[in-house]
T-cell receptor, first 111, second 115 residues
Framework: GEDVEQSLFLSVREGDSSVINCTYT??????LYWYKQEPGAGLQLLTY?????DMKQDQRLTVLLNKKDKHLSLRIADTQTGDSAIYFC???????????FGKGTTLSVSS | GAGVSQSPRYKVTKRGQDVALRCDPI?????LYWYRQALGQGPEFLTY????????KSGLPNDRFSAERPEGSISTLTIQRTEQRDSAMYRC?????????????FGPGTRLTVT
């Protein structure tokens, strides 16, 4: 089945760009997602990309997908302290019934 | 509009008791999902409903766990004879359709603690 791996921590300064990386094993995942989890809050869907796309941009967020290497990244431009959170990468399973999540990357933004 | 709601937000129960966790999806969403999230981990899939039909329950860990969605809207996840290892955040999500982009929107979760 699908396995999703992420680096656990990332620390950046306010105003810098953040890049959070993810690798996945199931090449048949049709959609790949990024979720944000703030302390005490639910999971917020940030963005997603269809597997036939290489890039998707949404305001400060840029998603890059390298399907050959099964590598997904989320770039946050002009990172703010409010971006401090845990970011989860997730792939849709083959049956289309479930998201398979990584363990999450904790982003810490210092001013 | 209203998002996914879950109740209770926090539940403390003694080992051996049964618990029922409720999920109210976004109005009109036909698909509903349950996940479990342990501390320091990502959510893990438990089960999936399309309308009232439970179409995938492959993630339910054992037969103490069950879920229903009798009228295709509100869902209840029931854990019988709870054990300490059942302590986790239980998250519910809904999506507008079983096809398309499968965007799943999550509720705030129920934090279950089994003592």
């Amino acid at each position: 089945g699908e396995d999703v791996e992420q680096s656990l921590f990332l620390s950046v300064r306010e105003g810098d760009s953040s890049v959070i990386n993810c690798t996945y094993t199931d090449s048949s995942s049709t959609y790949l997602y990024w979720y944000k989890q703030e302390p005490g809050a639910g999971l917020q869907l940030l963005t997603y990309i269809f597997s036939n796309m290489d890039m998707k941009q949404d305001q400060r967020l840029t998603v890059l997908l390298n399907k050959k290497d099964k590598h997904l990244s989320l770039r946050i431009a002009d990172t703010q302290t409010g971006d401090s959170a845990i970011y989860f990468c997730a792939g849709l399973n083959q049956a289309g019934t479930a998201l398979i999540f990584g363990k999450g990357t904790t982003l810490s933004v210092s001013s | 509009g209203a998002g996914v709601s879950q109740s209770p937000r926090y539940k403390v129960t003694k080992r051996g008791q049964d618990v029922a966790l409720r999920c109210d999806p976004i109005s009109g969403h036909v698909s509903l999902y349950w996940y479990r999230q342990a501390l320091g981990q990502g959510p893990e899939f438990l089960t999936y409903f399309n309308y009232e039909a439970q179409q995938d329950k492959s993630g339910l860990p054992n037969d103490r766990f069950s879920a229903e969605r009798p009228e295709g809207s509100i869902s209840t996840l029931t854990i019988q004879r709870t054990e300490q290892r059942d302590s986790a955040m239980y998250r519910c999500a809904s999506s507008a359709t079983g096809g398309g982009t499968y965007e799943q929107y999550f509720g705030p979760g129920t934090r279950l603690t089994v003592t």
